[in-house]
């Protein structure tokens, strides 16, 4: 079971550290103006973009800017993502906790939740899915929470 955990840089921070068992495994960089960032994960960068009519839809891209996954709807009361020909459906848990549950077969299969607003951290458990992508759906859930 991989838990990735993310923890805001510096209180005023914008960046975020991700880390899996106390060890660091990338740095999430927001962009400043378009709401989309970029990581570096394992030695390869990746690239997320955000669009949609609504500003809720996130591209994930690998260095040659093929897309590897997109999230439609993100931090919606249910949303999607899609990824190497599976579409994955997310369920908001409550309108008052930050927490969004992965469905699959009609059960709770991981989640991802912040723990803290203050100090800007939260968890991800979403077991089956590439790490890269596990890591887009944590970060970009990250963008929604601190925009709102």
Not at 29 to 43: N, Q
Not at 51 to 75: F, K, N, P, Q, T
Request: glycine share 10%; proline share 2%.
């Amino acid at each position: 079971m991989t838990v990735l955990r993310a923890s805001r840089m510096g209180l005023l921070s914008t960046r975020y550290e991700i880390a899996h068992d106390g060890t660091t495994l990338c740095t999430w960089k927001p962009s400043t103006f378009f709401g989309g960032g970029s990581f570096v994960l394992e030695g390869r960068r990746y690239d997320v973009a955000r669009g949609g009519w609504s500003w809720r839809r996130y591209r994930l891209l690998d260095e040659s800017g093929e897309l590897l996954a997109m999230a439609d709807a993100v931090g919606r009361g249910e949303w999607t993502l899609e990824t190497d020909g599976h579409t994955y459906s997310f369920e908001r848990q409550s309108l008052i906790r930050n927490e969004h549950v992965l469905i699959q077969d009609d059960a709770v299969a991981g989640s991802v939740r912040r723990i803290s607003t203050w100090r800007g951290e939260a968890e991800a458990d979403l077991p089956g899915l590439p790490l890269s992508v596990q890591v887009f759906v944590l970060v970009s859930l990250l963008a929604v929470w601190d925009e709102e």
